[in-house]
């Protein structure tokens, strides 16, 4: 059997914190009590919020907090070829089709359906998609993106839906109401998701799949948050023909008033901690680890 293969994937849009902390030592933690492999991967495709400082200092604080991890480091802003990749195969099964609504025209078509019943949410509360793009004609799509007009490219949920049969995954963790052991995944629960755009050719759901496929992540171990994206992640998995991982979702660590830590503050952030003498041990225990790992 080939060792298991974990990975922790953070986005270099701000310092860590302990929630960043807790979910790296886990699979560092996995990694070595498995014999397995342990990889780091940097999800930097967002080029506005993602910078090179934040990045430095996710492997300045990894490796204080005794983490060690394979090299070179997967940087996803250097694979958007594989991630065009990905997306022509899906628009070559007709399953992609491209959108042109501003976010203030989504929310205004959103307010006008909402006039009249609720309009449906995704499991993160975002509306769906309301928009009419899907039945826009070939020629029509052609013409406003020779115009310049910027575009989301979008999955066809329906058509892609109906290319899968019951679609599972194995969950090792837990999900938000205790969901454990084979769960159905519910990937029309998000609607027409976007896969890619025009200035980014892909999205966080589209190359997450693609590179967890292609390092060899077996178990992908990750916050509770990104429990329903799993629905999304299984499907694409399903229609590229990729292998599925096992997943096991952890739970989000929050500050004293019980929100879910988005921010590094003093209270949270493992460089301010560390600046008022906080150890690498002060921060297992903090998080609820033993304090020598496994
Ligand atoms: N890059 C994502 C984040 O920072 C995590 C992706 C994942 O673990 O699937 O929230």
Redesign the pocket.
């Known amino acids: 059997m080939p060792p298991p293969v974990f990975r922790f994937?953070?986005?270099p849009n701000g310092y860590l914190h302990l929630g960043h902390a807790y979910s790296a030592l886990l699979n560092f933690d996995l990694a070595r009590r498995t014999g397995g492999r342990f990889l780091l991967r940097i999800?930097d495709i967002d080029a506005i919020r993602c910078r090179p400082e934040f990045e430095a200092a996710i492997y300045e604080d990894l490796a204080w907090l005794g983490i060690s991890w394979e090299t070179p480091v997967r940087r996803q802003s250097e694979h958007f070829a594989r991630y065009r990749e990905a997306v022509e195969k899906l628009a070559g099964l007709g399953l992609i089709y491209p959108s042109f609504e501003s976010r203030t025209e989504i929310a205004r078509l959103v307010a006008q359906r909402e006039a009249s019943a609720p309009w449906p949410r995704d499991p993160d509360g975002a509306p769906l998609y309301p928009g009419l793009a899907k039945s826009l004609s070939p020629g029509e799509r052609s013409r406003l993106i020779e115009q310049g007009m910027p575009y989301a490219l979008r999955l066809d949920m329906a058509a892609a839906r109906a290319r899968a049969n019951e679609l599972t995954w194995i969950e090792l963790g837990e999900g938000p109401d205790g969901e454990t052991g084979v769960v159905s995944a519910q990937p029309e629960s998000w609607g027409d998701v976007i896969l890619a755009r025009k200035e980014t050719p892909t999205s966080?759901h589209l190359s997450?799949v693609v590179d967890d496929a292609l390092q060899g992540v077996t178990d992908?171990v990750?916050?509770r948050d990104?429990f329903w994206s799993t629905s999304v992640h299984r499907l694409l998995q399903h229609l590229l023909g990729i292998p599925q991982p096992a997943y096991r979702h952890h739970l989000l660590m929050t500050d004293a008033a019980g929100q879910k830590l988005s921010k590094s503050t003093d209270a949270t952030g493992l460089r301010e901690l560390r600046g008022q003498g906080a150890t690498a041990a002060d921060i297992r225990r903090m998080v609820g680890l033993s304090e020598s790992g496994p």
């Open positions: 994937a953070p986005s999800e966080y997450v992908v990750r916050g990104l």
